[in-house]
């Protein structure tokens, strides 16, 4: 199992799929990182310095799954869906060979994550399927498919907190707090940690539950058989 892992900045993945990737990490899957922009915008300071930073940081967090990321560095803050960037991503398709290719959402809030989702929904066109991440704070998102992070919870946070330049603790707080809401929507267990995906189906790609790690376990649920008076 190959999967490529694409964000529009350099903590985008660790934030939004991390745990989903720690869990195919653990099926043996073979993982690539791959970030759009070069961060540059992502504070104050100069921007070169910045870019040159949070590409450590995304080294440093993607080592702890094994994983070398690629950088496209395109700019950030300025990302189109144009033929540059559509070329570069099916050459990264070509090189890979992905089975699944995980990205943005393709109406998140940020412009640079709606375009890569633009641009991979054009290069991955009958590659390979595409699954989409929820949004920051899961706003105007409709799951359909949901993974277990349970068991990768603190290792997320870690990845996280390894860019020290973007309010760390502030992102691995928000992304704990809408990992617990997700599993809570599968009526998983107390403490479960879920993330959610959606995917569009589009030929020849129909159905892609067998390439996903598990859901949740859920809670039974027992139906009263007292009639109410």
């Known amino acids: 199992m190959k999967v490529l892992a694409l964000g529009a900045h350099p903590d985008d993945i660790e934030i939004f799929m991390f745990g989903t990737l720690a869990a195919y990490a653990a099926q043996g899957a073979e993982l690539t990182f791959a970030?759009?922009?070069?961060?540059?915008?992502?504070?104050?300071?100069?921007?070169?310095?910045?870019?040159?930073?949070?590409?450590?940081?995304a080294t440093a967090a993607a080592a702890l799954l094994g994983a070398i990321p690629r950088f496209l560095d395109f700019p950030d803050g300025a990302l189109v869906a144009d033929a540059a960037l559509i070329g570069a991503l099916k050459a990264l398709i070509t090189q890979t060979r992905p089975d699944l290719v995980i990205?943005?959402?393709?109406?998140d809030y940020h412009g640079d994550h709606r375009a890569l989702s633009d641009g991979i929904r054009i290069a991955a066109s009958f590659?390979?399927?595409?699954?989409?991440?929820?949004?920051?704070?899961?706003?105007?998102?409709?799951?359909?498919?949901?993974?277990?992070?349970?068991?990768?919870?603190?290792?997320?946070?870690?990845?996280?907190?390894?860019?020290?330049?973007?309010?760390?603790?502030?992102?691995?707080?928000?992304?704990?707090?809408?990992?617990?809401?997700?599993?809570?929507q599968c009526n998983g267990a107390p403490e479960a940690l879920a993330e959610a995906f959606r995917f569009e189906p589009s030929y020849p790609f129909a159905d892609i539950r067998a390439l996903l790690p598990p859901a949740p376990p859920i809670i039974p649920v027992t139906v009263s058989t007292v009639k109410l008076m």
Request: proline share 7%.
């Open 103 to 107: 990205t943005h959402a393709p109406y």
């Open 35 to 57: 970030i759009a922009t070069d961060g540059a915008r992502g504070g104050p300071g100069d921007p070169g310095h910045l870019a040159r930073v949070r590409r450590e940081e």
């Open 127 to 184: 590659a390979v399927p595409v699954l989409h991440a929820d949004t920051l704070g899961g706003t105007g998102f409709l799951p359909t498919h949901y993974v277990d992070i349970s068991g990768h919870g603190d290792l997320k946070a870690r990845a996280i907190r390894a860019h020290r330049s973007q309010e760390p603790e502030r992102f691995a707080a928000m992304a704990r707090t809408q990992n617990l809401f997700r599993a809570s």
